[in-house]
């Protein structure tokens, strides 16, 4: 690694951004971040400053003029070596990803193992440039594109984005959540090792103004983003006045439909493991259950399995469910758990009083679950945080259905029944981009397609999917008559 690393800094470590090919500290202020096991402050995490910023998108902006003339060959082995160097070294990105999050090894890995998938989608998508009819059509880059990582899953959207900038071309410059910086530089070490030149490839770190000022530089073409639904409107708003393309996941509000005739043990345990991914901080998880009749029958093994659930840090073989990732998150799910209670909802686990022997001070939720839960309350209407399961009670699919299309957050909705007919009727009217009959969705697969439907995606291009390419490449035709 060239220039500076993570070093101690004191009783905390500091997190490095990538400039120009060189690791270095920064020269303005920092941000404290806690690590979300312990609570303990542990690491500073440097603000760019705007001269960092502008060195950042200059540096990009000037190795784009020789990248972009590597043949496109030349891009694709590149990245074959990333790929390599990925299996070869994932355990230790699942590990530093597990540290900074709190999440289970398993699940860090199965991230990293999606996040390579989509590498090699990537490689499969970009050819040399065709021809329709005889006029020659070009695929052109767009220049410097910028990635803004979620706190859910940095490794896997990282992945799924910035090698597709590459290999059409771009150059790009990640900025990591402020709560996941380290999983996003250890991934620059990787591609540093192989072979990436300096400049391709920019990380610096900050919050809204950074991001701010990235998007409005002139040299900046393109975003590509997840987060809540808030960031995600900003930044459309703001890319779009800039005239930049933009792709901008935002929150969801998954549901699952369980009917009466559903196999009730695979349902409970498939419930439960999605409530507990991540904390709940997952936009693939489910935040909504819809028990049409008898259905309601399973929150009786539904609670005992969730009392079952045993919380605790990654090192623990035993742990199912991690912390939250940052305080606030915490706070919100503290907030949303009480308001719940007084709006009516019944409470049947209650997870604020988890505690973790050993690390008191960690954001740590149990897994909660409501029953009787209406769609006027706050706990149906706001996404929000934490391993929190909230069930409803329907008399019907329809009435079911007829919920679920006037929910604009929803990216997944599921079904589970033993009946065919029901699963094709729901498919044929539920206004969503992915559907799942009687099983969980846990990852973005790379041919996922365009999930995002209504407010869950601001954009044209989904950054999943056969045309994700396109969102970073642009054609010229040229035309041409010779006397």
């Not at 599921?414 to 065919?420: G, L, M, Q, R």
């Amino acid at each position: 690694m060239r220039g500076f690393s993570m070093a101690d800094h004191g009783t905390r470590t500091v997190v490095p951004m990538l400039l120009e090919g060189v690791f270095a500290p920064g020269s303005g202020s920092s941000f404290r971040l806690a690590d979300p096991i312990s609570g303990i402050m542990r690491w500073d995490v440097p603000h760019a400053s705007i001269s960092e910023l502008d060195l950042a998108v200059a540096s990009a902006h000037n190795a784009w003029s020789s990248w972009l003339k590597r043949p496109w060959q030349d891009r694709q082995l590149l990245m074959c070596n990333v790929v390599q160097l990925l299996r070869q070294k994932t355990e230790l990105l699942t590990q530093t990803l597990s540290m900074e999050t709190g999440r289970t090894l398993r699940d860090c890995r199965n991230e990293v193992q999606t996040g390579i998938e989509h590498v090699l989608n990537a490689l499969s998508q970009l050819n040399s440039p065709g021809t329709a009819a005889r006029t020659p059509i070009l695929l052109q880059p767009l220049g410097v594109c910028l990635v803004l990582a979620p706190v859910s899953y940095p490794v896997l959207f990282a992945l799924a984005t910035f090698p597709l900038a590459l290999l059409a071309g771009n150059t790009c410059i990640i900025k990591p959540s402020e709560f996941t910086p380290q999983s996003i530089i250890k991934l620059a070490e990787l591609l540093i090792e192989a072979g990436i030149p300096p400049g391709v490839l920019q990380v610096v770190h900050g919050r809204e103004s950074e991001v701010t000022a990235l998007i409005e530089h002139p040299d900046v073409r393109a975003v590509s983003s997840a987060g809540s639904s808030a960031s995600a409107f900003s930044i459309q708003q703001l890319a779009a006045r800039h005239g930049k393309r933009y792709q901008c996941l935002a929150s969801t509000r998954n549901h699952v439909v369980v009917m009466p005739d559903a196999a009730f043990e695979q349902i409970v345990q498939d419930l439960a493991t999605s409530t507990c991914l991540r904390a709940g901080q997952n936009c693939m998880a489910w935040s909504s259950a819809l028990l049409v009749g008898k259905a309601d029958e399973l929150l009786d093994d539904l609670v005992d399995l969730f009392e079952e659930i045993h919380v605790g840090p990654p090192s623990s073989s035993l742990a199912r469910c991690g912390p939250l990732a940052a305080s606030r998150y915490w706070e919100q799910s503290l907030d949303a758990i009480q308001d719940a209670l007084e709006e009516g909802a019944i409470g049947l686990v209650d997870g604020r009083d988890c505690h973790v022997a050993g690390f008191e001070d960690g954001y740590w939720i149990g897994p909660t679950l409501f029953s009787s839960v209406q769609t006027d309350m706050r706990l149906y209407r706001e996404d929000l945080p934490g391993p929190i399961l909230s069930c409803l009670h329907v008399s019907d699919l329809q009435e079911a259905i007829n919920i679920m299309n006037t929910q604009p957050n929803i990216l997944v909705s599921s079904i589970y029944t033993s009946d065919a007919t029901q699963a094709r009727n729901f498919a044929g009217q539920i206004q969503c981009g992915l559907i799942s009959v009687n099983q969980p969705v846990f990852y973005p697969a790379p041919l996922s397609g365009s999930l995002g439907w209504k407010k869950t995606f601001f954009g044209d291009i989904q950054p999943f999917g056969p045309h994700a390419m396109d969102f970073y490449i642009q054609h010229q035709t040229i035309m041409e008559r010779w006397s």
